[in-house]
């Protein structure tokens, strides 16, 4: 989709009868609404209990990674990096993903309830803590982006409403949702792939990329690789301090080290409405992404490959 923005970058602009900008906004409307009609309030209240494993997942997401991030915004702030420094932080605010959290969770046979709760947790959490962090360091640097209480509105309206009425419809269509995954997973990725063209396209319209290098790619590849890195060792470390179980431990590296390309790419579109450079800002997620991706699926068979090592291993005690 950045390769069709590159060459075709012109229908993002158009506001006529079809108008691709509309159709992304119904688009993430009816993403966040799906996503609360598959949510079993039951299911939910299942793992409640395990409060110390929700608290380092949650710390993890929405604390931990700010702090890591913030001191390099800090020096990159006002400078010619400072776009993606923000998209940085952007990404350090980002709620967990929820999908392949659970997926990497159940490869690696770790606890899949504690993983199921925290990743929908985080989701609904990151409708208003996400935007919080970014007022926060918007409000205090050098790029003014309007009343950061309408952006709040919009993220109520476009996100949270949709998620509270899907979620109360569940015992009526969640059913439906459970049958159709297949199908509204596809409509998820397509609505992102849209998101990510418009963003894109309308930085290459605006020449935002025209001074970048495929030096600048890789040093953003580094710098997500470290985050990810050092992010999975603090919560590693934190976890085995904390006595959690083999399963516990699982859950909070993979949960809480991970970080939603979904709730950027429709988050930005709000956030950063009106804002030139959102293909700049959103960079670091999709680079995030598709680290994480590789490497929590390498670590988890190879926990899985442990697992079965040491059941073949017999006993001499």
Do not use: C
């Not at 906004?25 to 209990?49: A, E, H, V």
């Not at 608290?55 to 890591?68: H, K, N, R």
């Not at 020096?75 to 392949?100: H, I, R």
């Not at 804002?275 to 995030?288: Q, S």
């Amino acid at each position: 989709m950045i390769g069709v923005a590159r060459l075709w970058p012109h229908p993002a602009m158009y506001e006529g009868l079809i108008d691709l900008g509309l159709l992304s906004d119904i688009g993430i409307t009816l993403i966040f609404f799906f996503y609360g009609l598959k949510l079993n309030p039951r299911k939910l209240r299942q793992d409640l209990g395990n409060w110390r494993l929700h608290f380092l997942v949650q710390g993890s997401t929405f604390i931990l990674f700010p702090f890591l991030v913030f001191p390099f915004f800090h020096f990159f702030e006002g400078g010619e990096y400072y776009l993606l420094a923000l998209g940085f932080f952007f990404l350090a605010s980002l709620p967990s993903t929820v999908s392949s959290s659970v997926v990497m969770v159940s490869i690696a046979k770790g606890n899949i309830p504690g993983a199921i709760f925290n990743a929908s947790i985080s989701s609904l959490l990151g409708i208003f803590i996400t935007p919080l962090w970014m007022g926060w360091v918007i409000a205090a640097g050098t790029i003014e982006l309007g009343s950061f209480s309408g952006i709040l509105l919009k993220l109520l309206l476009q996100v949270f409403v949709p998620v509270l009425l899907g979620l109360l419809l569940n015992r009526f269509w969640g059913h439906w949702a459970y049958k159709n995954a297949r199908f509204l997973k596809l409509f998820d990725q397509s609505i992102i792939l849209l998101v990510v063209y418009l963003s894109f396209a309308e930085s290459f319209v605006l020449g935002l990329f025209d001074n970048s290098s495929w030096l600048d790619l890789f040093w953003v590849a580094v710098g997500s690789l470290l985050l990810f890195g050092i992010a999975y060792i603090i919560i590693g470390f934190l976890a085995k301090k904390m006595a959690f179980s083999r399963e516990d431990i699982i859950t909070a590296t993979f949960a809480g080290s991970k970080k939603s390309l979904v709730h950027g790419t429709v988050m930005a579109g709000i956030i950063f409405a009106d804002f030139a450079g959102v293909g700049i800002i959103l960079l670091p997620i999709m680079v995030y992404h598709a680290l994480q991706l590789v490497l929590v699926s390498w670590i988890a068979q190879r926990k899985v490959a442990m697992i079965s090592s040491n059941k073949k291993t017999p006993d001499i005690s």
